[in-house]
């Protein structure tokens, strides 16, 4: 299935390139066989990289008829084998959402890629936001576990789609890469790795249908894949189902497949979430950012420490599953935790959950970043109301 | 789950009654079975029967009819190739059935999910089993849109005039009139005409049948299954809950026998006039309507592709990289596409 020693696939060297685009250098540096998608601004350009670069390599660009239709390819290609992705922006993401939650159930791995832009509703197609942060957790219906990227630059750009593929082959299940309008749209240096340094885990797949089945309990919690034509001739539902695919809606059946589709992410935190630390080192505050908002953050960081006042970040690479740990450390080191975050308070309550001190949301109604100078008043604010208690 | 209402109870209540009635000649050891088993048990997942639908019933014949097509085609199109994906609703459930890879998705989707599979591994035969509210109703645009491509899977579908999973409600193939559970006063929409739709869509293959015609149906079905590109064959089934009880239908019988009555062969028929209005002596027109075969999407895909010689042009660009080459930012329209 390794596609990336391809070198019509991975575009070696340095480049002057937009996010979006090494967006859609990464899937195919990643063996994206794959594109279904639906124009949306600010994600068009991924789909028509893809467009002009997937019928080079031999795979498939389809232009689907709406985003409905877009996550359901991916998770039909998936099935028949190959690596699939698919790129929207909120108002895509929000017609995905059903079946987002058909590939969380059928376990399919699969790259969702949402560029965020103002909301709600149409909003503002061209500027940006981080307003679907609690979407990418909770978008469709019921209990699930995603896996959520949220890249700061064009190089995470696309070293976190390659990540994304990855963790959705290991885990067998849908990841998101959460980017943002200034992320897509800006352009910067990319250094894309000769092809076999490009990271590569393969997809576990069931032996043979010859070979017996291996037990339930082997492998980290995501029972290896069966592929459409191998000879299995496996069901896959939507329904609550057994291990055998069977429908099984009683509660015993429903405890024993949400206990591991939620269990198989839960117990891997360790390994799934990562985190930045920015001039955390002797820091009495901490601001927790995201995405091209940690940008200005740390330009923030950077000047209050500056003035004197001993403040670092800690920016969150993976927004989901949620960075326990790593927050109730910090919040045992620092006095106080701000949260910059282009929306209304998202990403703020699980701040809140974990942290075991104060915690304060910086909103902002999106069509731009916060201005570092903003968070600097912020930070100074509140330093100097403590200094004079 | 569908409660059961009294129609349903009554015909359970007979069928019980019949095998009570049983004689025993089955269980005495000197009298021999031809088979043990049921012709189709390779195609079926024994392990998944019964199954869930109600006395009387099409979707058992529909399914019958697909299987038989299925091991018509089997020395050419191997069974491990073949797929079958579903969406929601009774029908959906024929996925569960069938012995082969199989996929039950959401309401409505069969078709975009089907068109990954195949873009996955065109070297799959796929298939979508779908209901009329599943195919036409909530999932409408991806027919008309798949249909328009030429997309290369085929649909069956199974119309039996009703949402019968969720009771009997109406829907974009219920007639004019008709009762149902959200329409008490009669239906005031137009039912859709499938057939005519699909032409217009320039499907290159269009049947439709109803149960009673086991035979026609098996064959239309390999046909279809034969034939590149996308295919639709109707089914016209009895639903006696969901559709006949409330209309002039009391049982599956009636409406096999109403079958009988009003069908009329007619493959030349002009499709304009095949709609189901389904009013008392209406005929239902049935036949291999359109059999004009036609570069299927990924056949022309492949031709264009080569046409435009994208494949030389990404192994040039390969065989010239350096590794360490430098390019031109947002660069689409500057690469040398051809």
């Keep these: 299935m390794r596609a990336s020693s391809d070198r019509r696939r991975v575009r070696s060297g340095d480049h002057f390139m937009i996010g979006d685009v090494a967006c859609a250098e990464a899937a195919l540096a990643a063996g994206c066989q794959v594109f279904a998608g639906y124009p949306i601004t600010p994600a068009t350009e991924i789909a028509e990289h893809m467009s002009h670069r997937l019928p080079m390599v031999g795979g498939y660009y389809m232009q689907m008829e709406d985003e409905l239709a877009s996550m359901n390819a991916i998770l039909g290609a998936s099935c028949a084998g190959v690596r699939a992705m698919t790129a929207t922006s909120g108002p895509g993401f929000s017609l995905m959402a059903e079946n987002l939650g058909l590939g969380m159930m059928m376990e399919v791995p699969c790259v969702v890629v949402d560029i965020m832009r103002g909301g709600p509703s149409t909003g503002m197609p061209t500027l940006t936001s981080q307003g679907d942060v609690m979407q990418s957790r909770w978008g469709s219906h019921g209990d699930y576990e995603p896996v959520v990227y949220a890249p700061a630059s064009v190089q995470e750009m696309f070293d976190l789609t390659i990540r994304c593929f990855n963790t959705a082959d290991r885990y067998r299940v849908p990841t998101i890469l959460l980017g943002d309008q200034m992320l897509g749209h800006m352009t910067g240096h990319l250094r894309i790795p000769p092809a076999d340094e490009i990271p590569w885990v393969e997809r576990p797949t069931r032996p043979p249908p010859e070979d017996p089945v291996p037990p339930p309990s082997s492998g980290n919690g995501a029972p290896p894949m069966a592929h459409a034509g191998e000879g299995h001739r496996l069901h896959f539902t939507g329904l609550t189902h057994d291990e055998r695919g069977y429908p099984a809606i009683d509660a015993a059946g429903s405890r024993q497949l949400l206990d591991r589709i939620v269990g198989k992410i839960r117990d891997h935190h360790s390994e799934i979430v990562e985190v930045e630390d920015y001039r955390l080192d002797g820091a009495e505050i901490a601001v927790v950012a995201f995405g091209s908002n940690s940008r200005s953050a740390r330009e923030a960081v950077r000047r209050a420490r500056a003035d004197g006042i001993p403040v670092g970040m800690l920016r969150l690479v993976t927004l989901w599953p949620f960075a326990e740990e790593a927050i109730a450390e910090l919040s045992r080191q620092v006095r106080w935790i701000l949260v910059p975050e282009i929306n209304y308070g998202q990403i703020v309550h699980p701040v809140r959950e974990y942290a075991e001190c104060p915690v304060s949301l910086l909103p902002h109604a999106g069509g731009a970043l916060h201005h570092p100078d903003d968070i600097v008043s912020a930070i100074r604010r509140r330093w100097l109301h403590e200094d004079r208690h | ?338």
């Design chain 2, 1 to 338: 789950m569908k409660t059961a209402t009294d129609g349903q109870s009554e015909a359970l209540l007979r069928q019980g009654a019949a095998i009570e009635a049983a004689p025993p000649e089955a269980a005495d050891p000197e009298v021999a079975l031809p088979s043990e088993g049921h012709p189709a048990d390779n195609l079926l997942r024994e392990d998944r029967l019964p199954h869930i639908w109600c006395p009387e019933c099409g979707l058992g014949i529909a399914l019958k009819a697909y299987l038989r097509a299925l091991e018509q085609v089997a020395p050419e199109m191997p069974l491990d190739k073949q797929v079958c994906v579903s969406g929601i609703g009774c029908t959906g459930r024929i996925a569960g059935y069938v012995n082969l890879d199989s996929y039950h998705t959401t309401h409505g989707r069969a078709i975009p999910f089907a068109t990954g599979l195949k873009l996955g591994n065109p070297e799959l035969s796929v298939t979508v089993f779908t209901g009329d509210g599943d195919l036409l109703t909530i999932g409408g645009n991806h027919f008309v849109h798949a249909a328009r491509r030429n997309f290369d899977i085929n649909v069956f579908l199974v119309n039996n005039f009703t949402y019968g999973m969720t009771g009997g409600q109406f829907g974009g193939t219920t007639p004019q009139g008709a009762v149902s559970s959200t329409t008490p006063y009669g239906n005031v929409e137009d039912p859709m005409n499938v057939p005519a739709l699909a032409e217009a869509l320039g499907v290159p293959y269009v049947a439709r049948w109803t149960t009673l015609h086991v035979r026609q149906l098996a064959r239309s079905l390999e046909q279809a299954l034969r034939t590149p590109g996308f295919t639709l064959v109707e089914i016209i089934s009895p639903c006696p809950p969901g559709f006949g009880r409330a209309n002039e239908y009391r049982t599956g019988t009636e409406m096999m026998k109403a079958f009988r009555d009003v069908c009329r062969v007619d493959p030349e028929a002009d499709l304009r006039t095949v709609g189901l209005p389904m009013r008392p002596g209406d005929p239902i027109v049935c036949g291999d309507f359109i059999c004009r075969p036609r570069p299927s999407y990924l056949q022309r895909y492949a031709e264009q592709m080569r046409n435009a010689g994208v494949h030389e042009a990404a192994a040039e660009a390969a065989a010239s990289a350096s590794g360490e080459g430098v390019s031109p930012g947002y660069s689409r329209r500057l690469e040398s596409a051809p």
